[in-house]
């Protein structure tokens, strides 16, 4: 099983040692947080992957003040009239019949709730990644349009600064200094700009090892398929 957060909102002991004994089989168990139907409220549901409401019978103990996601909650009922009231108030939980075999239908159930969550969770990442590799790629791409244009002007810059201070016109001391100044902040500008000469590789290797951990992924959710 994929592991995740677990909570049970139960009152029944009996209904949370079993189910945890169960989990426990898995070779990747779940963490499980356990609390009463009363306390239900004071817990953040946004915190689980994975929320399990029950046994409930004739309709009563259900859990108040929790909004879980969609699909994220699993109920197990105990009769006819609690399944009526349960999906009358919480139609987007998952509801088990209290019968023989509830625990594995239930672990079975939740097995592909948790691995969808993962996927989704996978896929957000994916996609944020790309989005700052599209940036990275943008501001690359800006800064080797202009790189020509940089390294003219900075030849040119280095080249005049070297005609002064090669000629043999006299110069003020202090202006001759301030020509070495300038082809000292010139010389550090343009290995600046020749780093970005490495910076088109650099992006063609990211594109690669995006397109690489895309199909990786692809790969990986249709073998569980």
């Not at 020509?148 to 090669?166: E, F, V, W, Y």
Request: glycine share 6%; hydrophobic share 40%; proline share 4%.
């Amino acid at each position: 099983m994929t592991s995740g957060q677990i909570l049970i909102v139960s009152e029944n002991a009996e209904f949370v040692r079993a189910l945890s004994a169960r989990w426990r089989k898995e070779k990747d168990s779940p963490s499980i947080t356990a609390v009463s139907t009363n306390a239900s409220g004071q817990a953040n549901p946004s915190g689980y992957a994975l929320i399990v409401v029950g046994p409930l019978r004739n309709g009563a103990g259900l859990p108040k003040g929790m909004s879980p996601h969609v699909d994220s909650t699993v109920c197990v009922v105990g009769d006819a009239g609690s399944l009526a009231s349960v999906h009358s108030r919480h139609a987007d939980w998952l509801l088990l019949h209290d019968s023989p075999g509830w625990a594995e239908a239930l672990v079975s159930m939740a097995r592909e709730v948790l691995r969808r969550t993962r996927a989704e969770k996978r896929a957000r990442d994916a996609e944020l990644s790309i989005y700052a590799l599209q940036r990275f790629s943008v501001l690359g791409k800006s800064l080797l349009e202009v790189r020509p244009g940089m390294i003219n002007a900075l030849t040119s810059l280095l080249g005049n600064a070297d005609l002064i201070l090669l000629s043999g016109e006299p110069l003020p001391a202090e202006c001759r200094e301030q020509v070495r100044t300038i082809r000292t902040m010139a010389l550090r500008l343009n290995e600046m700009v020749q780093r970005l000469s490495s910076l088109e590789n650099e992006m063609e290797l990211n594109d690669r090892k995006s397109q690489v951990e895309t199909s990786e992924n692809a790969m990986a959710e249709a073998r569980k398929t």
